[in-house]
């Protein structure tokens, strides 16, 4: 599995990475996004459960952190929502694309 460095420009994945920070500061959830070209032959659920569980997203006693992956070539995306988050994204709303 590669990540897709060349998807986004530098100044776009800046101006990316400083939403989601002032997200944070404001509603307090992290929310992370990751880009891969492909799951080469891995399921997305086990790709994205790994990298929530890797990156631990959210604050440790509120578990509110959101991860969202994209696969390009797969045509896949993927939302991992901390527990603390559930009752505010559900796995219904999450799986909404």
Do not use: C, H
Not at 8 to 28: H, K, Q
Not at 42 to 50: I, K, L, P, Q, W
Request: charged share 30%; aromatic share 6%.
């Amino acid at each position: 599995m590669n990540d897709y460095a060349g998807l986004l420009s530098p100044a776009e994945r800046e101006r990316l990475e400083a939403l989601l920070t002032e997200r944070e500061r404001a509603a307090g959830p992290q929310m992370a996004i990751a880009v891969f070209r492909s799951l080469d032959g891995e399921s997305v659920d086990d790709v994205a459960n790994r990298l929530f569980q890797k990156w631990r997203l959210g604050a440790k006693a509120l578990d509110n952190g959101v991860l969202l992956v994209l696969f390009v070539q797969d045509r896949k995306v993927r939302i991992e929502v901390g527990y603390g988050l559930e009752a505010v994204l559900t796995d219904a709303a999450a799986a909404k694309g």
